[in-house]
Nanobody, 116 residues
C-alpha cells in the first residue's frame, strides 16, 4: 500500500503562484507514475499533470503552460506542482495520485482557492 501526503494548498490572488507537494510513503517503490488532478465543485475530476518514473510528463489542457510538475528527490517518491498565473477558475480541490499497473491511489486532497 502507498500512502500520499499532500501539502501546499491555500488562498492566493489571481495572477499569483502556489506550489503543491506530494510525498509517497509505504510501498513507494510500487509507483509507475505520480501526478495531480483537480476537482471544482460540481465538476468531474480532471488531469493537471503526471510524471512517470522515466521522467516523461503529461499535462492536462486546462492548466498547460502555467504548471510544471517535477520530482523533488532521486527516490522519485515526492513530486511538486508549481502553479503560476493562477485564475479564479483554478479554484478547487487538488488531489495527488500515484499509479501502479493501472491502479490508482489517491491523497485526501488540498484546497486551492484563487480570488479575483
Amino acid at each position: 500500500q502507498v500512502q500520499l501526503a499532500e501539502s501546499g494548498g491555500g488562498l492566493v490572488r489571481a495572477g499569483g503562484s502556489l506550489r503543491l507537494s506530494c510525498a509517497a510513503s509505504g510501498r513507494d517503490s510500487y509507483i509507475d507514475a505520480m501526478g495531480w488532478y483537480r476537482q471544482a465543485t460540481g465538476n468531474q475530476r480532471e488531469l493537471v499533470a503526471i510524471i512517470r518514473v522515466s521522467g516523461h510528463t503529461t499535462y492536462g489542457d486546462s492548466m498547460k503552460g502555467r504548471v510544471t510538475i517535477s520530482r523533488e528527490n532521486p527516490r522519485k517518491n515526492t513530486v511538486s506542482l508549481q502553479m503560476n498565473n493562477l485564475e479564479p477558475g483554478d479554484t478547487g480541490v487538488y488531489f495527488c495520485d500515484s499509479n501502479f499497473r493501472g491502479r490508482d491511489t489517491w491523497g485526501q486532497g488540498t484546497q486551492v482557492t484563487v480570488s479575483s
